[in-house]
């Protein structure tokens, strides 16, 4: 499944500058501990969490992550998006 189709189905609104939405999602992690995703998360995962700030897309960047959906009506951080 693709994150486009995911962003569609849950009516998610897109949060990025480059949204990459044609990438494969191969499964999904949720949690809120950056140490726990960086442990248990694998590439091609879509990231569920409340967490909000910059850190996120470091985490999610170092492991390849198909996309980070914030969840508990946060609002990314300006240095996130």
């Known amino acids: 499944m693709k994150l486009e189709e995911i962003n569609r189905q849950l009516t998610l609104e897109t949060r990025t500058r480059i949204a990459?939405?044609?990438?494969?999602?191969?499964?999904?992690?949720?949690?809120?501990?950056?140490?726990?995703?960086?442990?248990?998360?694998r590439a091609g995962n879509v990231w569920i969490t409340l967490q909000s700030h910059p850190n996120i897309v470091a985490v999610a960047s170092l492991l390849n992550l198909a996309g980070i959906i914030i969840t508990e009506g946060m609002t990314p951080e300006a240095t996130t998006i």
């Open 20 to 41: 990459k939405l044609s990438v494969e999602v191969t499964g999904g992690y949720a949690s809120d501990l950056l140490s726990c995703v960086m442990a248990k998360a």
